[in-house]
């Protein structure tokens, strides 16, 4: 809500007249933040070659590609309501599989038997 109104206050001190919405102001932002987030996935993928950053990454070009299909689906694609609903609920859950494929990789690795902490104690 405050952000709304501060979206608001910008679009009057412009003038009134605004090339986008808030909602499509905030909805670029994500997306530029899921680019970024992408990107600093895969320098640490790099470093460490842990698979689970790998998904992670993934998963998160996936949502800077729901994003931008958004975006293109307003100005150029058309697709329709139901097939953008449906699209975007497959990516949805895709990207939450991959999440959680990444917690479970990266638990996985960290696993150890009692054994393993007795002896490490010494």
Known sequence: MII?????IVQFSLGGSFLFQ???ILSLAVGFIAIILVVLSLVSYRRTKLRMLLL???AFALFAAKTLINHLNTFVFKLG???ESTLFSMLDLL????F???????TGNKR????????SIV
């Open 112 to 119: 150890s038997t009692r054994k393993d902490r007795d002896t």
């Open 4 to 8: 709304d109104q501060t979206l608001k």
């Open 95 to 98: 990207i939450l599989f991959l």
């Open 100 to 106: 959680f494929a990444a917690l479970v990789i990266g």
């Open 22 to 24: 808030p909602q499509e």
């Open 81 to 83: 309501v139901g097939f």
């Open 56 to 58: 992670v990454s993934i």
